[in-house]
């Protein structure tokens, strides 16, 4: 059984799309962080569970997880939309596979980013959350499981599982662009480069959220 887990907040705008890619699932659980924009009566209407945690992506995952009852289970954000075949990945229990980052945006700052984005988790095997986690509940277990954190749960999360257990799966992730496009496409790229740097440096999580904003 597959279980997909989101966490959302004020995220009607793009959760339809979310929910409908995966349709295919055996269930869906979505972690509301308090929304008051409809998200939660949005995701109910459209079959999935919902649940509420205290908002950030960590605690709502966790919050997800536990009440999901599938062995697998995607981690997946609210405004993120897999591409179809993404159902068909086969994994083995002890590994967890994340998909291929994509922008729903064309134009040479997309496709730049993208292939930056292939480099990093090529590299240094740090896929982030909008690529989506693919993972057994054993496993996840095994890892000590989804960390309550504000921030940086999906970096917490893969360099806990390592890059031996890690599998990059061809199929796309296609995250909405919307923000890249409102902030500035260099100046969220080199946010989001230095809240990582900061949580190399041992900076609490917790701070580090209140300068990502």
């Known amino acids: 059984m597959l279980s997909v887990v ?7 705008r793009t959760l339809r799309d979310t929910l409908g890619a995966v349709a295919g699932a055996d269930e869906v659980v979505v972690a509301d962080g308090g929304s008051c924009d409809g998200t939660a009566a949005l995701a109910a209407s459209l079959g999935a569970r919902v ?14 997880v536990v009440a999901a009852r599938g062995d697998w289970l995607l981690l ?21 596979g994340y ?13 730049r980013l993208e292939r930056l984005v292939a480099w990093r988790c090529r590299m240094l095997a740090l896929p982030y959350g909008d690529q989506g986690l693919l993972i057994h509940r054993d496993l996840l277990a095994e890892v000590g499981g989804v960390r309550p954190l504000p ?8 360099r806990r599982l390592g890059r031996r257990r890690l599998v990059a799966l061809d199929v796309p992730a296609i995250t909405s662009a919307e923000k890249w496009q409102r902030q500035g496409w260099y100046r969220r790229s080199l ?20 300068l990502y904003g």
């Open 191 to 210: 946010r989001n480069l230095f809240c990582l740097t900061l949580y190399f440096a041992e900076l609490p999580p917790r701070l580090i959220a209140r």
């Open 6 to 12: 989101i966490p959302a907040f004020n995220a009607s």
């Open 99 to 111: 998909y291929r980052f994509t922008l729903d945006s064309d134009g040479p700052r997309t496709r």
């Open 51 to 64: 649940v509420s945690a205290p908002r950030g992506r960590g605690s709502q995952l966790a919050a997800g």
């Open 151 to 158: 921030l940086m749960e999906d970096v917490d999360l893969v």
């Open 76 to 96: 997946l954000h609210a405004d993120t939309r897999l591409a179809a075949g993404w159902r068909e990945a086969r994994l083995a229990p002890d590994r967890a």
